[in-house]
């Protein structure tokens, strides 16, 4: 992994003097610093059109993950969690881990922006892009549980992601979702 | 010379001599106020410049021409005129500095040898400290949170929510140098293993996979890695997870 290229303590230069944030990657030359509280409720606001905003974003994290990566044949999970969140943290949207329960397999999405309701569509939506873009692999995503200050989102077949969000709508555990799902055949 | 002359000549000499006492108290500017406020006559003095005759006898104040004359008008101008002046501030100066030599000198001489005795109460506050349990953690402390936090890491759990803050420090300086997301006690809590009756033993078991710097030496410390088998990749991972179908 190209991990040296990308250090973290120059990833973010703030330039008080010109009011400029600048990233050093090479997707984003500028960002600017919103209050995660205002970007909630932007994303709330777009309601289901959030879509394109997710996937824009979703592509931009992606294409820094590969990068990160550097060609790595086959990474691991942990080498694909670090390169996702950094290229999420560079952006102040947290980090990440992967989780295995069984077949099953689950992004730990910790710090988020947002963790309400309002938030998972563009979280699913997000998780998804960058997950199947990072691996290649075409991924569904659905949030499987919300605490504090993450969220946990399943990974799977559309199918699956509905079956976990009706779950997870009617209140259910995490765990239990993930029992009942298991329970049934894998292909 | 008459009686009359003589009478007048003195009267002027008495003027004279102690119009020129003044002069001699202007040059002491800094005791200014007694001084003005002792002779507040002689400020006509100043620009009207003292006859011939004056000048000459107040030059020789102590003149054998003045001395047999006017003994007793210049014997009580001129030691009266100078002693406020002089005196007083000679005597003031002093007096400030003698003062201000005790207090300054004085005081922590008297005090600087008596450190020996305050020593021991410096001391006590010392001795007290490892009572009252500072929040520094001692070695064996730091070692067994260590202990315990390797351990949870190989374990692929969470950190255990009884740390007290003082762990709780240690637990992200711990998980900082590995590299792996902060975990904080209590708020991310690995969910159980889901049973099920399927037959796959090395299926069943959950793992977690963060974000790891790959920094082999305190990747070693840790024996996180080492502990492990060869991890498969995401990608095998993800497919099995694709694969997942819902029952019914």
Known sequence: ?187 | MSSDVIARLESLLGRVIARRAVPRLVPAPPVAPPVVASSPAPRAITPEPPRPEARVEARRPEGPAAAPEAPPVVIYAAPEAPAPVVIEAVVEAPEAVVEAAPVVAAAPVAEAPKPVVIEPRVEEPVVEAPKTSLPLPGPAKISRADDRIAASFAAGASVSPGLGDDEADHVETLAFRVGRALPKPGQVPAPPLPVTTRDEPGERRSERFTASLPSAPIAAQVADAAARPAPASLRSLLQRSVALRPRG
């Open chain 1, 1 to 187: 992994m190209a991990t040296r290229l990308h250090p973290l303590a120059s990833a973010v230069t703030v330039d008080l003097s010109h009011g400029r944030i600048e990233l050093k990657t090479p997707s984003l030359a500028r960002a600017v610093a919103v209050p995660a509280t205002w970007l909630a409720r932007a994303i709330a606001a777009l309601g289901e059109g959030v879509d394109p905003l997710a996937k824009s974003l979703a592509e931009s994290v992606a294409k820094d993950a590969v990068m990160i990566l550097d060609g790595t044949a086959d990474p691991t999970p942990e080498e694909v969690a670090y390169s996702i969140a950094l290229a999420l943290g560079q952006r102040g949207f947290g980090t990440c881990g992967f989780e295995r329960f069984g077949d099953a397999l689950t992004l730990l999405w910790n710090f988020p922006p947002a963790t309400d309701a309002s938030f998972h569509r563009f979280a699913t939506a997000l998780v998804a892009k960058v997950v199947s873009d990072v691996t290649g692999v075409q991924t569904h995503a659905a949030v499987l549980s919300t605490h504090a200050e993450g969220l946990t989102l399943f990974l799977g077949a559309d199918p699956a992601c509905a079956l976990v969000r009706e779950r997870a709508a009617r209140g259910d555990a995490g765990p239990q979702i993930l029992a009942t799902l298991l329970g049934g055949a894998s292909a």
